[in-house]
Nanobody
Framework: QVQLVESGGGLVQAGGSLSLSCTAS????????MGWYRQAPGKQRELVAD???????KYADYAKGRFTISRDNAKNMVFLQMNSLKPEDTAVYYC????????????WGQGTQVTVSS
């Protein structure tokens, strides 16, 4: 089993920045993808960005140029730096880890609220 714990988030004005962190613990295989998803009220959960253990990164179009994902593989951590935040970025942000050898092994954090005021 794998546990994911997020930190960061909060309330920020439009144009501001926030940083999220996620620490994974438990039975972690190093060959994995760690990333961030978000879910706004009444909407489906969507990818923000993810990153393989080898450093391949994928961003949602809305995140390109504003958000930066990074990892510390030794510490099983993933980070999301969010700049130039907009009110439409308001959502619960979830950390995710997928085992690349067994993709059904897909884990989620509890989520952290990000609220961007206009």
């Amino acid at each position: 089993q794998v546990q994911l714990v997020e930190s960061g988030g909060g309330l920020v004005q439009a144009g501001g920045s926030l940083s999220l962190s996620c620490t994974a613990s438990g039975n972690i295989i190093s060959f994995n993808i760690m990333g961030w998803y978000r879910q706004a009220p009444g909407k489906q959960r969507e990818l923000v960005a993810d990153m393989t253990n080898g450093g391949i990164i994928k961003y949602a179009d809305y995140a390109k140029g504003r958000f930066t994902i990074s990892r510390d593989n030794a510490k099983n951590m993933v980070f999301l730096q969010m700049n130039s935040l907009k009110p439409e970025d308001t959502a619960v942000y979830y950390c995710n880890l997928v085992n690349r050898l067994q993709t059904r092994l897909n884990y989620w954090g509890q989520g952290t609220q990000v609220t961007v005021s206009s």
